[in-house]
């Protein structure tokens, strides 16, 4: 078993079409195993990237996930909606 995380977002368009947005980086776990793998992404043109710090970059999209989700299913808003700057002085 090989831990490795995944950023991105979809928007569901209308039925049958989703848009994939904000790609990032795809950390995987150290090993060779991880290498090979970050490399096969990178060559495909994802962020394909090993990491010593797997369980910390979990936790992080945990906490992400945790903040992010909610607001964008309460509002109704596209991913991404909440960095508008316009929000700025809500977020401190």
Known sequence: ML???THF???FRTP???ELEGQ???PHE???RGTAIADAFTRSGLDGQVTDHIKDEMWQKVVVNCVINP???ITRAE???IADE?????KQ
């Open 30 to 32: 150290q090993s060779p």
């Open 16 to 18: 049958g079409v989703v």
């Open 71 to 73: 607001v964008n299913a």
């Open 86 to 90: 316009r929000l700025r002085p809500l």
């Open 24 to 26: 990032r980086v795809y």
């Open 3 to 5: 831990r490795a995380i």
């Open 9 to 11: 977002g979809a928007i």
């Open 79 to 81: 991913v991404g909606a």
